[in-house]
Each structure stands twice: as structure tokens, then as C-alpha cells.
């Protein structure tokens, strides 16, 4: 069964650096494609980071995140990572993990019970 | 980018009535890369249809999705109590994979 856990969510202040982590199990985790979707309070879903398969030599990210957040994997690990930085207050959201659905699929099959990020001063 | 309109906002239905959900997208979907996801409070998102027609593991074939380039629709034959929850939409055909901003099935 795939399972997804996400940690490293908290409070932390506007300008302020939070690491996000995605433990995986249950599958071969670096023959997927992973993401990371994020969910203000009361809110819709935002996809904000795509990482490709294997090597992770491609990322993608949306612009509202461009420039501050990054997405890494380790397969050895099987963990998937978002470095967040110069945090805002508009960041503050349930960040979702994401299992693409195959070695070079786009499209989001599995996710994780999410971790809470508060940026607030 | 692709913006993706989903119609209504709300749906008050009885158990056992149809469901149809909209989502319209501003231009074609590429290969109708076209999702539709299931989140109910508290938990997260579940993939019900990919390519907007295709049933993902283990979803009900009450649950149905049609359409193709621009007007997509996610159909329940018969409402379950276990299908009032919000519903979203997704593009993964290219940058950025937009979702709609969601239809919530509400009990009337």
C-alpha cells in the first residue's frame, strides 16, 4: 500500500526558512514522478512543485513559489523535500505530497495527510 | 496558464438523485489530461478520474467523467452519503496544473 507522511510544518515568521519532508513507502519510489500541492485554510488546492522521476534532474514550480521554494529527492532515503524560504504569510497552507502516477506521469495518483505551515509574525 | 471554471459552486442533492459537475477550461487540454479529485474535511484529496474519462483503482462506476479540449464533466449516477464532499478538477497536460477552485455535493 503506498503510503505518504509529510513532517517539518510550523509556525515560522515572514522571511523565515522551513525544510518540508515526504517519507514514502510501499513502492518503488524513485520510479515516480513526486509533487507538492498546498491548501490554504478554507481554500482550494494550489499545485506549487513537480520533481521528475529517478534522478530528479527536472523541476517544475509554480510562479507563486519560483524563486523561493526547491524540491529534492533522495531515492535512498525515499524522501521528497521542499526548502522553503523567505516565507510569507500568503504561504501559509496544508503542503501536500504527491505520488505521480508513473516514471514520467504528470498526473498526481497518491496523497499524503499533509503538514500544516503557519508563517505569521 | 490554463484556468479552470468549475460550475456550480455548490450542489444541494438527496442521496440516490444525479450528480453533474462542470469544469470548463479557458483552451483545449492537451490529450485530455483532465483530473477530477474527491477531498472531504479533514483528509486529503483522492484521484477519482484521469484523462477525464478513465476510473481510477477502485472507484465506483457511479462515478463517471466525459468531455474533451475545453468543457469536461464529473457525473455520480446515484448519490451515495459517502459522496458529499468537494470536488476539484485538475489540467497535468502542462505548466502550471491548475485545478478549478472546487464543487462542494452538499445534502439537502
Known amino acids: 500500500e503506498v503510503h505518504l507522511v509529510e513532517s517539518g510544518g510550523g509556525l515560522v515568521q515572514p522571511g523565515g526558512s522551513l525544510r518540508l519532508s515526504c517519507s514514502a513507502s510501499g513502492f518503488s519510489f524513485s520510479d515516480h514522478t513526486m509533487n507538492w500541492v498546498r491548501q490554504a485554510p478554507g481554500k482550494g488546492l494550489e499545485w506549487i512543485s513537480f520533481?521528475?522521476?529517478?534522478?530528479?534532474?527536472?523541476?517544475y514550480y509554480a510562479d507563486s513559489v519560483k524563486g523561493r521554494f526547491t524540491i529534492s529527492r533522495d531515492n535512498a532515503k525515499n524522501s521528497l523535500y521542499l526548502q522553503m524560504e523567505s516565507l510569507r504569510d500568503e504561504d501559509t497552507a496544508l503542503y501536500y505530497c504527491?505520488?505521480?502516477?508513473?516514471?514520467?506521469?504528470?498526473?498526481?495518483?497518491?496523497w499524503g495527510q499533509g503538514t500544516l505551515v503557519t508563517v505569521s509574525s | 496558464e490554463i484556468v479552470l471554471t468549475q460550475s456550480p459552486g455548490t450542489l444541494s442533492l438527496s442521496p440516490g438523485e444525479r450528480a453533474t459537475l462542470s469544469c470548463r477550461a479557458s483552451?483545449?487540454?492537451?490529450?485530455?489530461?483532465l483530473a477530477w479529485f474527491q477531498q472531504k474535511p479533514g483528509q486529503a484529496p483522492r484521484l477519482l478520474i484521469y484523462e477525464a474519462s478513465i476510473r481510477a483503482t477502485g472507484i465506483p462506476d457511479r462515478i463517471s467523467g466525459s468531455g474533451s479540449g475545453t468543457d469536461f464533466s464529473l457525473t455520480i449516477s446515484r448519490l451515495e452519503p459517502e459522496d458529499f464532499a468537494v470536488y476539484y478538477c485538475q489540467h497535468y497536460g502542462g505548466l502550471p496544473r491548475t485545478f478549478g477552485q472546487g464543487t462542494k455535493v452538499e445534502i439537502k
Open positions: 520533481i521528475s522521476s529517478s534522478s530528479g534532474s527536472t523541476q
Open positions: 504527491g505520488r505521480g502516477y508513473g516514471s514520467g506521469s504528470w498526473l498526481i495518483a497518491n
Open positions: 483552451q483545449s487540454v492537451s490529450d485530455n489530461y
